[in-house]
């Protein structure tokens, strides 16, 4: 299977020109005792219906909090977020987010099945529907046979695909996954990354993906979003034109896959360098 300079996946089909998010100037500061930390400076970017993008940049440089924003988990201080052409408000129905924390987002004393139904029970979705989705999200990672188990009887790639599953029984127009898979060993990283490819050709659900892991970004996404050092700009977005679907080892011999990978490398680490060169914290 090669990987060639083509495209493919859900984002390619039709319907890809309609946005589904929108940033426009998106400003975040927070509020400290030391005063003001300005961790997002002014984010410009937009995604598109069924598109899988991750954003990349240096540690600190204001992923997570820009994902907080867009999930609509903290108000933006400045500019604007629109979810399907609306002002972002809040946190939105069609949104689902997946942390990297997954021992700290499950809920050691529910049953597995119990930690995917509760955002629906949240959602006041009706029991025979929550019953449905549960039981076709947990399907969809590989883990209907564990529904009865609890997260601590799972090793943590079994509890990072409860996650996953509780993110889609949501089913979102779109998803969030901030780091997902820096918790677990490289097999189970790779392992996760293609179920997730196959998860997202199946649903077609939009996904924003963070990752510090740059092989990563190139290997799953259709564009990756590169971030400067906090707080950030968007420094470059960088369409990936390699063949859908992907393959662990065949992709990542491509030449462009090399190419793609060289070129995120470098402006993550000129961003880095620039900051430790000038001495600045922001
Ligand atoms: N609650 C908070 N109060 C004050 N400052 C914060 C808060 N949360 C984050 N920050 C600051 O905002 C900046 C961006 O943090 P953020 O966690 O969004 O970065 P990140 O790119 O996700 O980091 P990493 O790659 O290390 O996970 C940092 O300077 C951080 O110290």
Redesign the pocket.
């Known amino acids: 299977m090669g990987a060639t300079k083509t495209s493919g996946g859900p984002g390619h089909a039709a319907g890809l020109a309609e946005p589904i998010l929108e940033a426009h100037g998106v400003t ?1 500061s ?3 005792r030391q005063g003001d ?4 400076r002014s984010i410009d970017f937009s995604v598109s219906r069924g598109e899988f993008v991750s954003v990349v ?12 924003c867009i999930a609509g988990l903290l108000p933006v201080t400045g500019g604007s977020l629109t979810f399907r052409g609306q002002a972002m408000t809040g946190p939105q129905e069609g949104v689902a987010v997946v942390f ?1 924390d997954y021992s700290r987002s499950l809920f050691p004393w529910l049953t597995v099945e119990k930690n995917v139904a509760l955002p629906l029970r949240d959602r006041g979705i009706p029991r025979a529907d929550i019953e449905r989705r549960v039981e076709r999200a947990l399907e969809m990672v590989n883990l209907g046979h564990a529904a009865g188990l609890y997260p601590w009887q799972l090793s943590g790639g079994m509890q990072q695909r409860v996650a996953i599953a509780r993110g889609l029984a949501v089913e979102p127009e779109m998803l969030i996954m ?2 997902p898979f820096a918790s677990v060993d490289a097999q189970t990283r790779a392992n996760l990354e293609d179920l997730l490819l196959e998860i997202w050709a199946e649903t077609g659900t939009t996904i924003l993906f ?1 990752t ?1 892991d740059i092989d990563e970004a190139v290997y799953l996404s259709d564009r990756v979003v590169v ?1 400067s050092q ?3 700009v968007v420094v470059e977005d960088i369409t990936v034109r390699l063949d859908r679907p992907r393959h662990q080892i065949d992709t990542k011999q491509v030449p462009l896959f090399g190419e793609l990978r060289a070129e995120v490398f470098g402006l993550v680490m000129a961003s880095d360098r620039r900051t430790s060169l000038s001495g600045e ?2």
């Open positions: 975040k927070y509020r400290s930390v300005l961790a997002v940049g240096p540690s600190g440089c204001g992923k997570t909090t820009l994902m907080m990297q901030d780091e963070v510090h971030l906090g707080p950030s914290e922001s």
